[in-house]
């Protein structure tokens, strides 16, 4: 189902009833998700390794605790965190109501900008330039929530009678914890409080609303191709039904939802700014036969012209903008599954290079 020349949206391809994936969501046999990773965790697993939980309420250990989480996974779970848990089930709730209450016509009202591979609003295919791009099986609503001056609600749904507002209250509520947690990473380093942040500066914020509709052939597709975020720091709130994995030592790890946490996952900048001492945490979503799934990525990214650099000496990483053409490029024209590479590309390869960055 194409409507005047909007791309076909997956939760159409479902509700069509069809029982065969299309090609174009077909996954190269090395990417799936049963095929390249040597064990795949699973909810039930309990010998799996599991990302840490923090509690950011016991101010004598989180620090020790989330600089051990941060160095070895790049990703960890926050609870106690502040943020009302009332507002992470209403978030979840306006999310699915859209996907799943409004008509096809209603959705696409608020469509994405076809021309475009990051415009906000509905779509399909964020981050895809190429027709060859093998695409992702999900829909989303993407939201430029700060700063203000980008902020424009009338162009989100209103369909549920206080989208707006659930949406506009998360937003500031993650502002400030995504402002906390930079804090306490740049302590968990001997650093002031505000040194990740002064780096990032005025923080540019996007939340995600990601529906994952079931999948007829789920050991062909990926909900959303592996990869690791641009931007500084990702806060992330799924469902019950599951389907996040972060790549560790080799293997992909299931993430088991918990409700009244928030997971947090280290971006690219991150890993720049703390010169690799924290890495930036390599995720993706798979796909199941038998239930939706909704997820929200709230991600929180430097200005297009913020120039990023590491903060201890020698520097690995050259100085560099979030859009600097050629990490641009390597998300927009392949997709979001190399995205590591384009971060490797900023890495220095020589002595004399990093001696001229620091003398300049």
């Known amino acids: 189902m194409e409507v005047e020349g909007n791309p076909i949206r997956v939760q159409s391809i479902v509700q069509d009833g069809k029982m065969v994936v299309p090609p174009q969501y077909v996954q190269p046999p090395a990417t799936r998700a049963q095929h390249n990773s040597k064990k795949i965790s699973s909810s039930n697993d309990y010998d799996a390794p599991t990302p840490p939980v923090i509690d950011l309420s016991n101010a004598n250990i989180v620090i020790e605790h989330l600089g051990l989480a941060c160095r070895e996974w790049g990703a960890f779970h926050v609870i106690n965190h502040g943020v009302p848990i009332r507002l992470l089930d209403d978030l979840r709730s306006v999310g699915r109501s859209f996907f799943e209450d409004c008509s096809m016509d209603q959705k696409l009202s608020y469509s994405c900008d076809a021309n475009s591979p990051a415009s906000e609003g509905y779509g399909s295919r964020m981050l895809v330039a190429s027709n060859d791009t093998v695409l992702d099986w999900r829909d989303y609503f993407d939201h430029h929530t700060l700063p203000l001056s980008r902020c424009n609600p009338s162009r989100w749904p209103h369909f549920s009678p206080n989208y707006r507002e659930v949406v506009a209250e998360y937003s500031d509520q993650m502002k400030l914890l995504a402002q906390r947690l930079l804090g306490l990473i740049s302590k968990s380093l001997t650093l002031p409080s505000s040194c990740i942040e002064e780096v990032v500066g005025e923080l540019y914020q996007n939340i995600t609303i990601s529906y994952y509709p079931p999948c007829p052939q789920p050991e062909l597709t990926l909900g959303l191709q592996a990869h690791s975020d641009m931007g500084a720091i990702t806060l992330l709130i799924q469902d019950d039904v599951g389907g996040l994995e972060i790549f560790k030592d080799g293997e992909w790890i299931f993430v088991n939802p918990l409700s009244d946490a928030i997971f947090v996952i280290l971006a690219d900048q991150t890993e720049i700014i703390t ?86």
């Open 275 to 360: 010169n690799g001492k924290y890495k930036s945490s390599q995720h993706r979503a798979i796909t199941n036969a038998s239930n939706a799934r909704i997820s929200v990525a709230t991600f929180h990214d430097p200005a297009k012209t913020r120039k990023i650099h590491p903060v201890f000496k020698p520097p690995k990483y050259h100085e560099m903008r979030l859009y600097d053409k050629s990490y641009e490029k390597t998300f927009i024209s392949n997709g979001l599954s190399i995205a590591a590479r384009g971060l490797r590309s900023f890495r220095f390869r020589a002595n004399s290079q990093r001696q001229g960055y620091m003398t300049n």
